[in-house]
């Protein structure tokens, strides 16, 4: 802990579903994130090992205002992977639309692609090419 500041031990993500069982399906069976706990209305699954990330996938009490992920209230959910390529081609088999195949970002150094998910959220799988990105603990 640094001093006088408390530590976050964990994340959790929560995305909002008008079709909260194809959202479900997705995440569980495309993705295949662990499930870690059923609500009933909202699942929450592990996103990445060690319990540290976390997405919960809820029944949408009303449409959503804008596909645009990038406006105030917008949001992108990024999976870092080590084989971006793999993800691409696991995805695309499973029949996920991708609309561009993974490419470079020269200004942020990352390797990447964007999808979406049954819901319209934006979902990118990327890997850091930069030496300053930290390595997740052993």
């Known amino acids: ?18 079709d909260v069982e194809a959202s479900w399906r997705f995440y569980s069976e495309i993705l295949r994130l662990p499930l870690i706990q059923d609500q009933g209305t909202c699942r929450i699954y592990e996103a990445a090992p060690g319990g540290r ?32 390529d793999c993800w691409y081609e696991y995805l695309k088999a499973r029949g996920v639309e991708i609309p561009y195949p993974p490419t470079f970002n020269e200004f942020y150094r990352v390797y990447h ?26």
């Open 53 to 84: 990330a976390f997405l919960g996938i809820c029944r949408a009490k009303a449409p959503r205002a804008t596909m645009d992920p990038r406006v105030e209230g917008g949001v992108v959910i990024t999976f870092i992977a080590d084989d971006v």
């Open 113 to 138: 692609f964007f999808f979406q998910d049954p819901a319209g959220y934006t979902l990118e799988i990327q890997r850091f090419e930069r030496p300053d990105w930290v390595d997740p603990p052993c």
């Open 1 to 18: 802990m640094i001093s006088g500041h408390p530590t976050l031990n964990q994340q959790v993500t929560f995305l909002y579903s008008e």
